[in-house]
């Protein structure tokens, strides 16, 4: 039965309405928090946690192929789009703010979560969203090459809005947590295939107690090769591998949108993933993202050293062409 009691008490502590504080940090990862680190130390640890992963895609809508032949088309009107992303924006907040089809996250990882971009309205996805669900957040910016130029792609991958070279936002990855961060680094992934497009990935680190959890949110590159996605994995795995060095019994997490397209690319990147003792509770085929009569598997959770008590996908909210994934864990496994 999942805890149904407001996620607040369950750590212990009433929200702040005071203003977050901005640390100094890498000038392309933000970081902003409520919460000194130390509450959470004192804080009672609530009995599950539940963590989510949604490509937002900059909260734009779920046409990802009808909506790029509109564009085209010019149907799309871009001085709608600031009030089109709040719309959609509310929409997200309203779900992950109550338990319906999905338990409330106490974290949230966004991938597509744009920071002031036309295509998004201006609109920072991540600080805005976590404003709604009075959330703490940690923002990885993308860093798009501006003078790289989009080459010619496959067919069945060019409908993305591409974030013009004069657009001076960015898009990126995020993490939402109801839990004050104890650290989170920009991560860089190697790539080979797609200079326009560099991936980015986010590692947050928290504690629950004397218990460490560490969450890796990471957007794996759809225009690679499966082994230049599984370089991309490998790099995240060396990561985890150095920040648990000294307490290999470490909670880990990892999660984002994997863009695995096809079966091959789901059991090449699950064989590596298990192989460093990750289990996943999705089978492959889980329909996490859709396009008309299209439905692919390409959200995922996986966790190490971790009690999945429940997990799904929370279909259609008309936010994106996403399904926001979940899981319920139990914290008594942390640490």
């Given amino acids: 039965m999942l805890n149904s009691r407001p996620i607040a008490s369950q750590f212990g502590y009433a929200r702040s309405k005071s203003s977050m504080n901005q640390p100094a940090t890498d000038e392309h990862l933000e970081v902003c928090s409520r919460h000194a680190a130390d509450l959470l130390r004192t804080a009672r640890v609530p009995n599950e946690l539940t963590i989510a992963s949604?490509?937002?895609?900059?909260?734009?809508?779920?046409?990802?192929?009808?909506?790029?032949?509109?564009?085209r088309l010019g149907f799309t009107l871009p001085g709608r789009r600031p009030t089109l992303v709040a719309k959609h924006l509310r929409r997200a907040a309203q779900v992950f703010n109550t338990s319906g089809r999905m338990p409330a996250p106490d974290i949230i990882a966004l991938q597509e979560a744009d920071k002031h971009t036309r295509r998004a309205g201006q609109h920072h996805i991540a600080r805005e969203l976590a404003a709604s669900l009075n959330m703490n957040y940690a923002h990885a910016e993308s860093i798009l090459p501006r003078e790289a130029s989009v080459e010619p792609k496959r067919w069945w991958l060019d409908f993305e809005e591409a974030i013009k070279p004069d657009d001076a936002g960015d898009t990126g990855v995020a993490n939402l947590s109801r839990a004050a961060f104890i650290k989170s680094e920009r991560l860089a992934l190697p790539w080979t295939d797609c200079a326009w497009r560099p991936r980015t990935g986010i590692y947050s680190l928290f504690k629950f107690g004397a218990r460490h959890l560490h969450l890796y949110n990471a957007h794996i590159d759809t225009h690679a090769s499966i082994e230049n996605q599984l370089a991309q994995h490998r790099f995240i795995l060396d990561h985890a591998t150095h920040a648990t060095r000294d307490t290999p019994a470490d909670a880990v997490v990892l999660v984002g949108d994997f863009n695995t397209l096809n079966r091959a690319a789901c059991d090449a990147m699950r064989l590596l993933l298990e192989a460093h003792h990750f289990t996943t509770p999705f089978p492959i085929g889980t329909t996490t993202w859709r396009a008309g009569f299209i439905r692919l598997h390409t959200d995922w959770i996986f966790t190490r050293n971790l009690k999945v008590k429940a997990h799904g996908a929370r279909r259609w909210l008309g936010v994106s062409d996403h399904y926001p994934v979940w899981v319920t864990i139990d914290t008594d496994g942390i640490g």
């Fill in 54 to 71: 949604f490509n937002i895609r900059y909260a734009v809508g779920s046409l990802l192929i009808s909506g790029s032949y509109l564009r």
